[in-house]
């Protein structure tokens, strides 16, 4: 099941990402993963957050550059080797992973991975082909 993850551009200094956070957290927007990449001058973060259509709608009020994209969030034993089992499992059916990272949310003895594929029906039938799935927005608490 596809999760939307919201991309903002945000600039390299001081206060950019407080700034975020607070509006978000002013709004009742809870996150359940945040990721930064940077360069220079420039950095992405990409957030997932509890209710995407709302976090966007406040963030573009507030002037933010933004995108939404669509990734794919896989649980995973929360043991060791677990996620090595799993990148394994899509090194060996060829998923191309664009870039990857955790949520926050933990339950049942698993862990929550959030990945960026090119395409996510080869990797949702990978998944299946090995009883598993990705997980559901009900299970990660989204709407």
């Known amino acids: ?8 551009f945000l600039e390299n200094k001081a206060g950019s990402l ?3 956070t607070r ?8 996150l359940r993963a945040i990721s930064i990449a ?4 420039w950095g992405v973060l990409r957030l997932i957050a509890d209710d995407a259509e709302r976090a966007t709608a406040i963030l573009l009020e ?3 550059v933004l995108s939404m994209t669509p990734v794919t969030v896989v649980a995973v034993p929360d ?7 799993l990148l394994a499992l899509l090194a060996e ?8 990272y955790s949520l926050f949310t933990h339950q049942n003895g698993k862990a ?3 990945f960026r594929v090119a395409e996510e029906k080869p990797l949702l039938e990978l998944l299946a082909a090995h009883n598993m799935a990705a997980a559901s927005k009900e299970e990660l608490g989204l709407k």
Request: aromatic share 4%; with cysteine; glycine share 10%.
């Open 1 to 8: 099941m596809t999760v939307h993850q919201i991309s903002v």
């Open 18 to 20: 407080s700034e975020i």
């Open 23 to 30: 509006i978000l957290a002013d709004n009742k927007i809870n």
């Open 38 to 41: 940077e360069s220079a001058d």
């Open 62 to 64: 507030q002037g933010c």
């Open 79 to 85: 043991e060791p080797a677990g996620l090595s089992e």
């Open 93 to 100: 059916g060829g998923i191309d992973i664009s870039y990857m």
């Open 112 to 114: 929550y991975m959030v």
